[in-house]
């Protein structure tokens, strides 16, 4: 039980010293690596960018004691990141005091939200957001957090919230580039895109083994940051208007209370559950690939848990809403992590780092930041698997493309909202008019097939139809119409069997509509018959008075019914 | 095509005398009958009593025009205009011209709505009410009429419009109960209870034949309205106090014009659609039902055209909304209405009565009327199809129970709108976790079942798995979970089957994990087979390029699937 809630007690007991020496070195590894990341996404949300750092340390830890996966890093992330300002900047004004003191309570609200939903196992929940929405709604965010950096690549002041608006702004905006901001800014995206695109064959060219050569494409972004931040102190080009992170507050985070106000908790309620399914679902996904991996499980319902804390740890340390974040997760992956103490091993570096080292950040470009930004994000597009979905179903594509456009033109909370709408939608509609056929036999076999599809024996006096779908109130109606047409158009019919193979479920609907259709056949003299019908729905039918009224039988196989009912009657 | 849209051009031309003869005849019973109903329902609407007179003069007529039930009569009805009445008070106060004008918004906006739904054939939205949402709702609604009246029948007056402060003001109030009031109102109620529970066998007993007995039950209203009316002029109650319909203006409908005001008509949208689609629900099944006894057919989607047509009418004709009423039309179709022009003989006869008798309606007491709406509404509550619903499905029964609960306390609109919430979620919950079983061979067949339910023969090194529900988003992660605990318990295993059979859909995010589980399979050395995949399903998989990456094959059945894999390998 106790093992349940703290999964830190499967495996700090057999710790030892091998692990402790790989996971020291990822620990190290990540340290250096995400400060950039989250300095940067505390600037997404329009947060200081200190908070980023706060917030990678001791809700870190906090997964660290309650998280299942082995190697999933949680902090300050991308798509959190845009939704928190999203979120914030409806309540509160950058900058102030409120909008701080709004980002703490989100995250408690948030934590309290997550550790609910796993205390009552409610995982599940993440599943009603499907592949292609969450596709679209990452895509259309990244574009989004491109569109937020693109003014300070530029060195343009951008003002509006809205991406059309925004646009239009940079375009006027464009000829009073700041052009040292540009150099720097637009420098680091050219030498970060390169790199990324081409530094690990050129530098295993220059004769690097493989892990080597991946470490240092993936510090790029490092690389970015102290040249540019040397750069930037040595030329003092803050003096000629290039914008810097500035001062930050030397020290370990402080003691956070997010104040109670109801009317601000009330505002941030839904985003601070869209933040929450949403930060769930990239996380766990993400948890579960690398998990798969390495033969490990994780538990949906604990990762709940544990997100749960840290956000709670980030409302307590002056943070913002944190998840398992892609490239810190696999950057600790890559560098070899075996157990969660590489988190811990990180934020113990991320703490040194701002205990001692803040002052060596306070020259480092915001664009340099943009850059890391922008290239990052670049992996949330996923044209392939866009173009994929449009080739496989065009319903899912359609979720997907309005989840897109809603996210890109009303922001990221109708976005999302519509997409899970939307895509529910469809489900129903589409099993609200189910598929079915009539089958006939394959000859001497004991193999029924659609008639259309396949050559079949048929006798004029029997019906076999086979239904496609559980039956339930959405297409209950449906069931009776295709009844009543296949009784209407011919007249010959003694027979209609329901072949319930594919009917997993018959609600109290539906049960209602076989009454109907059982009624109205015995009127037309035609005999009502189930053949296949499942353990489950059988059990199920049982309990009403269904069977007892029903004309006719129910056959363990169509087969059966077939041998039955289509010899000739008299 | 016009005969589509105009369902009039499909049955007047055939029509002759005998036909003629059995509307008329239906058309005067529906005219005497319906008068004391139309009266009460506008009432229940905080309406004046002569607009359900208007209400069923030309919506009447628009729909034998536009409809295609045969014996459907279209006026006021009491879940309608209970709504309705919900609606209004919202946006206005009874008495008031604005309230007036607010009536015919909502007439308006209906009618909009339900024909451009007609015209994009969307009558399937009804299937989304359950029927245990439909039964719990006008139960509910029941409930809440009875209280609406029970002040009417006392001679107690009531302000509160909340269910629970009704009762307390109405327990409050009873020491100044109106004791004529009392003895017309509860006289009436009784009477007419009493004849709906014996009327009939008494009738018969008396030696009356059948129909002549129905007819006489159903009189009742009239009969209890022509009395009580008669016992008030004659001892001039009203002016003791008894409340009476008082002047109603002679003469035909005025024309009406709703007046175009933004807030207003926005506050009125979502009334207007709930009204809309439980008066479509109400309207199309009753008139499925009738047609279905005499072997005809409506068409769903003609029907909202033909109502639309109608509450069209009524917005310009000082009415409010209408729909088919359940009292109204049970009463044209046993008085032996043949075509729609029975409701226009119905609607001549009431337009003549609005000419010249309306006076002869002015001491008619508003007791009676209460007495009348009471009984009317105790159909609405189907006390043993709530039972049954609780026996066969408790999930069913659940989502009823909250439409109960909440039309009760929070009124019409949230009750309807949290059943429908509820019964979509409770599917999707039941179809996220779907039922699987492995199956064995029943020995000497080429039949599977699942191991569990029957004596089956297995080897250990193949599993065959049989997936009971069609795969989409929400189940997708489900059926990753479901094959990976079934690898990781069986080390054996060599071959996994999926058994299709019961799966109709396999949708994007789906796919995603098909192909999640063979690569993981593949890294496992387990391969992954098909069998029994339906021709949609699979049509649609050769779009994709699973098919080219799958370990292992599609089977056409899983016997095949058997045949082949069951042999020890090498």
């Keep these: 039980m106790l093992r349940r809630y703290l999964p830190i007690l499967t495996w700090l007991p057999h710790y030892n010293r091998r692990l402790g020496g790989a996971d020291l070195l990822a620990g190290l590894i990540v340290t250096i690596m995400v400060i950039p990341q989250s300095l940067a996404y505390a600037v997404l ?17 906090a997964y660290v004691v309650l998280g299942t996966s082995r190697t999933l890093a949680v902090g300050p992330v991308a798509i959190v990141a845009l939704m928190t300002g999203a979120a914030l900047s409806g309540v509160a004004t950058p900058g102030t005091p409120e909008y701080l003191q709004a980002a703490l309570i989100l995250s408690l609200l948030s934590g309290l939200m997550l550790l609910l939903m796993g205390l009552l196992r409610m995982g599940f929940v993440a599943n009603f957001l499907s ?99 040397l750069v930037t102190w040595q030329l003092e080009l803050d003096a000629i208007g290039v914008a810097v992170i500035g001062d930050i507050p030397q020290g370990l985070p402080p003691l956070s209370i997010p104040g109670f106000d109801a009317p601000l908790w009330q505002a941030l309620l839904v985003p601070a559950l869209l933040i929450s399914v949403v930060g769930f679902v990239e996380s766990v996904s993400m948890g579960q690939m690398l998990a798969a991996r390495r033969r490990e499980r994780i538990s949906p319902n604990q990762e709940l848990v544990g997100l749960g804390g840290a956000n709670l740890a980030a409302a307590f340390t002056a943070g913002m809403p944190v998840s398992g974040g892609l490239t810190r997760t696999v950057i600790n992956y890559d560098a070899g992590a075996q157990t969660p103490l590489a988190g811990m091993f990180a934020a113990i ?105 396949h050559e079949t024996e048929t006798v004029s006096h029997v019906a076999l139809l086979r239904i496609d779908e559980s039956l339930y109130f959405a297409n209950a109606r449906y069931l009776e119409d295709t009844v009543y047409d296949l009784v209407a158009t011919r007249p010959e019919l003694e027979h ?20 109907a259709i059982n009624a109205r056949l015995k009127d037309s003299r035609v005999t009502l018959h189930l053949a296949e019908v499942k353990g489950p729905v059988m059990d199920r039918l049982k309990c009403s008075d269904f069977l007892d009224d029903m004309t006719g039988r129910v056959f363990l196989s169509t087969f059966a019914a077939w041998r039955e009912l289509s010899r000739p009657s008299q």
């Design 349 to 453: 570096g991320i703490g040194a780092v701002t205990l001692f080292l803040t002052p060596a950040l306070a020259y480092l470009p915001i664009a340099t930041l943009a850059a890391t930004i922008t290239v990052s994000i670049l992996t949330l597009i996923d044209i392939p698997l866009i173009r994929q979905t449009w080739r496989y179903s065009r319903s899912d594509f359609f979720a997907m493309a309005v989840t897109i456009l809603l996210t890109l033109l009303e922001g990221v909370e109708t976005g999302i909202i519509s997409g899970v709408a939307i895509s529910i939608g469809l489900f129903l509609y589409r099993t609200s008019r189910p598929h079915s056929a009539l089958v006939g036999r394959i000859p001497g076999t004991e193999h029924f097939r659609n008639v259309e599809r």
């Design 45 to 61: 949300a329009g947060l200081p960018a200190v908070v980023g750092l706060y917030a990678s340390l001791l809700p870190a830890l």
């Design 131 to 229: 592949h292609p929405v969450i596709a679209g709604f990452l895509a259309a965010s990244g574009l989004l957090i491109a569109a937020s950096q693109i003014g300070h690549l530029l060195g343009v002041e951008l003002t509006a919230r809205e991406l059309l608006p925004r646009l239009v702004e940079l375009v006027r905006g464009l000829p009073d580039m700041h052009l040292p901001t540009l150099a720097i800014g637009a420098g680091s995206l050219l030498f970060l895109l390169l790199l990324r695109q081409y530094g690990r064959s050129a530098l295993r060219g220059l004769g690097l083994s493989r892990p080597l050569a991946d470490l240092l494409t993936r510090s790029g972004p490092v690389f970015a940051v102290v040249v540019t931040t």
């Design 496 to 515: 209609v069997v329901l072949i319930c193979s594919a009917v997993n479920l018959i609600d109290a609907s539906a049960l209602e509509s076989l009454d």
